[in-house]
């Protein structure tokens, strides 16, 4: 299954696409061509976190855990504040964000505009799933209980997505229906740093 399945099962595709005022299938374009970075971010500060994933969920829960991913389901306007915050703790600077809408916006034709205020909407999605996923694994090991797969998976594909061993990048780009791995041009297991290439190429 793939990312973008678990986010319209969740209903987040739907509540982007309202807020946004654009249609279902313009905001799944949207969401898979900046997943891949958005994914790459997370990846790079779970690598650097001590526990890796786990650590990753503890950071994620200062930013505002699970409830970011609610914030967004809500019907009220989101809060794209917390979302920038996620953004900043994954991509650095808002130039790596400008660039990110700017790849997608080649990739998919939408104005990147769009691209701009999609991009921290769906980094609070993303943000929340890893760290509901993370909670529930934490609750499980706690009561020696195996941990609860959500969405057909979702700890598995988080965990391929995300993991450091899928340093080959056919595991990264597995749950994005391979667009991850098509970016992902070093092999390196994470395309964001090929997106940022290919956007500095563009410019010059």
Same mark, same amino acid.
Request: aromatic content about 0%; proline content about 4%.
């Given at each position: 299954?793939? !990312?973008?399945?678990?986010?319209?099962?969740?209903? =987040?595709?739907?509540?982007?696409?309202?807020?946004? =005022?654009?249609?279902?299938?313009?905001?799944?374009?949207?969401?898979?061509?900046?997943?891949?970075?958005i $994914?790459?971010?997370?990846?790079?500060?779970?690598?650097?976190?001590? @526990?890796?994933l786990?650590?990753?969920?503890?950071? %994620?829960?200062q $930013?505002?855990? &699970?409830? %970011?991913?609610?914030?967004? !389901?809500?019907? /009220? #306007?989101?809060?794209?504040?917390? &979302?920038?915050?996620? !953004?900043?703790?994954?991509? =650095?600077?808002?130039?790596?964000?400008?660039?990110? *809408?700017?790849?997608?916006?080649?990739?998919?034709?939408?104005?990147?505009?769009?691209?701009?205020?999609? !991009?921290?909407?769906? *980094?609070?999605?993303?943000?929340?799933?890893?760290?509901?996923?993370? &909670?529930?694994?934490?609750?499980?090991?706690?009561?020696?209980?195996?941990? #609860?797969?959500?969405?057909?998976?979702?700890?598995?594909?988080?965990? @391929?997505l995300? =993991?450091?061993?899928?340093?080959?990048?056919?595991?990264?780009?597995?749950? %994005?229906?391979?667009?991850?791995?098509? $970016?992902?041009?070093?092999?390196?297991?994470?395309?964001?740093?090929?997106? $940022? /290439?290919?956007?500095?190429?563009a410019m010059?």
């Amino acid at each position: 299954m793939q !990312l973008t399945d678990i986010l319209a099962q969740m209903g =987040g595709l739907q509540a982007m696409a309202r807020e946004l =005022g654009v249609s279902e299938s313009q905001a799944a374009s949207g969401a898979e061509a900046l997943l891949p970075a958005i $994914l790459g971010g997370f990846k790079k500060q779970a690598q650097a976190q001590p @526990s890796g994933l786990e650590g990753l969920g503890g950071l %994620l829960g200062q $930013l505002g855990g &699970g409830g %970011l991913l609610d914030e967004v !389901l809500a019907p /009220q #306007p989101t809060n794209v504040e917390r &979302g920038n915050d996620v !953004l900043g703790q994954i991509f =650095g600077s808002r130039d790596v964000s400008r660039a990110v *809408a700017q790849n997608a916006s080649s990739q998919t034709g939408l104005d990147t505009s769009l691209l701009k205020k999609m !991009l921290p909407m769906l *980094a609070m999605v993303v943000a929340g799933l890893i760290a509901r996923q993370q &909670g529930a694994s934490t609750s499980a090991q706690a009561s020696e209980q195996p941990a #609860p797969q959500g969405g057909g998976g979702l700890g598995d594909l988080l965990g @391929s997505l995300l =993991g450091g061993q899928a340093a080959g990048g056919a595991g990264a780009g597995g749950g %994005l229906g391979g667009l991850a791995s098509m $970016l992902d041009l070093n092999r390196d297991g994470n395309p964001l740093d090929d997106i $940022l /290439q290919m956007v500095g190429k563009a410019m010059r």
